[in-house]
């Protein structure tokens, strides 16, 4: 309320309490953060059904989409936890250990492409890709359906989620469905409250972060509505990212892998080390950083990417003004994705558990 | 609505539809049920406060209590699925396969003792176990201590939820807080409404199958607020157990272990195979069962409980009644257990997982 009258009263020129210089200083930085940057959808579009959703809720939150029935999508993308695990690298079926940090599942429906290395096209395409991975839930198409199709309940909502087809109950339509539930979790922030005109909803110091993150090239990459994610970028565009990130992995591991990104997906030289540009909604809770969960500090991942991607050593302030304006991004979580729906009992003919 | 206007006909004398023998013979079973059985409290008795409530309900749900950073009490005591995993033993650290069945948290607070061997003696102390337990969350006391420590947001909730303590956080009273959620997390069901007077909450067959269970004697041991959970029992009073289960537990692995219960804590011959007797409430959804989750099937267990602790054979129709009478103690979950409360982020000094 207090920011809306704010805004209000900047919007017809009165400025309370700030100077009529800081007012223009703040209108100017809010028009060069527009050319980088969108607020957030309320929902990323693609048409859902609130049926998609409540269906697509539920499967996220049922580890029986698992083989061992413990994992669900919750156990790497922790919607409590700002949609990660904060593992370096995740841990799946039989305590497999992943390749590459889990990216938060806010926000996503609106990135470019998912995963990493961008290689499904969207959040429907990439729900399905973990549940049949054997080193993450380890199941197979066919184990997955027919549990579902053993539930009566699921049964249900698979028909009115899929009200014109014979057999809803298909694997394609648990990704349309979890994906469904995704395009939901937006978390507006403060900033968004900015871009929309508000230029009280930041303070001078994030501000001062917003406009050094422009200035020192932060937004070149990291642009749009989610601050990064819309477009592929070689990590190490100056300086090969893992001699910067190596003293940090070497601290928890004898040995460093060196990740090929999306080189891995096209075949194609120029796409080695490339990778998504990660969003940088809620990253003050997506610890740790990188592809690699390299990093803990937020303060130490601005200083590298600033080095490896821009050829740049920040100062001291620079850092702490660039990482005040990052927590402002942290935006707030929908409050239907922290409620957990009840999930109905398996019957004697549903697969049991392998583990 | 319907069901009350009912029972206050009945009360008046005016049965709705129903014969006067009718009536009165429901009037008969409710009785016989009330010597029994009682309802459910609304909260478990031990003074809690909503802060303790509060501040418990963060831990239940925060992997960081593990030394992974990835397994929550609501790992394995998913308040989604009835407070328990579904699975025969559950899984833990480093997919460590524990030796039991993971019990409900759902109403447990009201039991003689926690765990199957009664060796916690309520859920305060209960559920410091599994943090420290190596195959469970393989946490160490001090480690803990020390992550809650390193989290502003909790050291606040501490103060709140313990204010005359000077130092309030401190291991047992994660335990304390934990178990003044867990106090709050009773789930009442049709059986209550119908233990309160209201004879239409259960069906004719559900009545039926009440009046079976208390003559046939599985009253003797499943009685109380819990319908189990008050008193210990020897598991195969009549014929050993493992003879009637061992047919289920070889269809999944080629060995079986003979548990010897409560034995282990007494080190008394008498507790040889000795465990609390589990609550019925919410068993529809509780499967596996047994102590060793050997049995999926809840009328495959009702005939195995009747064969080796009352040495009966009961019949199909029997066995049906009961059942139903048992899926009228599934419960309303209460709505805060499943609202998830947003988890504060780790900080620089907060000890990282180690998996």
């Known amino acids: 309320m207090r920011k809306l009258a704010l805004a209000l009263a900047l919007f017809s020129g009165f400025g309370l309490g700030a100077s009529e210089k800081g007012n223009s200083e703040d209108m100017k930085l809010l028009e060069m953060a527009k050319q980088y940057f969108k607020p957030l959808p309320k929902v990323a579009e693609n048409p859902v059904t609130p049926r998609e959703v409540k269906l697509g809720k539920m499967l996220y939150y049922d580890p029986r989409l698992s083989k061992s029935g413990l994992i ?65 839930m380890a199941n197979t198409e066919e184990n997955v359906v027919k549990t579902l199709k053993s539930i009566p309940e699921y049964v249900e909502l698979f028909k009115k989620a899929f009200p014109n ?120 809770h997506t610890y740790p950083y990188f592809h690699d969960g390299s990093v803990w500090s937020l303060e130490d991942a601005v200083r590298i990417m600033a080095k490896t991607q821009l050829g740049k050593e920040l100062t001291d302030q620079q850092v702490k003004d660039i990482v005040a304006f990052l927590k402002a991004l942290t935006g707030e979580i929908p409050k239907h994705a922290l409620e957990v729906p009840e999930l109905p009992p398996s019957r004697e003919n549903t697969p049991k558990p392998q583990f």
Chains 1, 2 share one sequence.
């Not at 979790?185 to 900033?191: D, E, N, V």
Request: aromatic share 10%.
């Open 165 to 284: 087809e014979k057999d809803p109950v298909k694997y394609v339509n648990i990704g349309k469905a979890i994906g469904a539930f995704e395009r939901t979790l937006m978390t507006p922030s403060g900033f968004d409250e900015f871009l929309k005109g508000n230029t009280d909803a930041l303070t001078e110091q994030e501000k001062r972060g917003l406009k050094t993150f422009i200035e020192v090239g932060c937004a070149g990459c990291h642009n749009g509505a989610g601050v990064g994610g819309h477009m592929f970028a070689k990590f190490g565009a100056i300086t090969e990212y893992w001699k910067a990130t190596y003293p940090y992995v070497l601290k928890e591991k004898p040995t460093i892998k060196v990740d090929f990104g999306r080189f891995g997906v096209t075949k194609n030289e120029a796409d080695i080390f490339v990778f998504k540009v990660p969003s940088l909604r809620n990253i003050e």
């Open 72 to 136: 669900s999508c919750n156990t790497c993308h922790n919607l409590a936890r700002y949609g990660v695990d904060n593992l370096p690298t995740s841990i799946g079926h039989r305590w497999a250990i992943g390749p590459r940090n889990a990216p938060t599942v806010y926000n996503a429906a609106i990135h470019i492409a998912q995963f990493w290395d961008g290689r499904a096209k969207d959040v429907e395409e990439q729900a399905l890709g973990p549940i049949v991975n054997p080193i993450e």
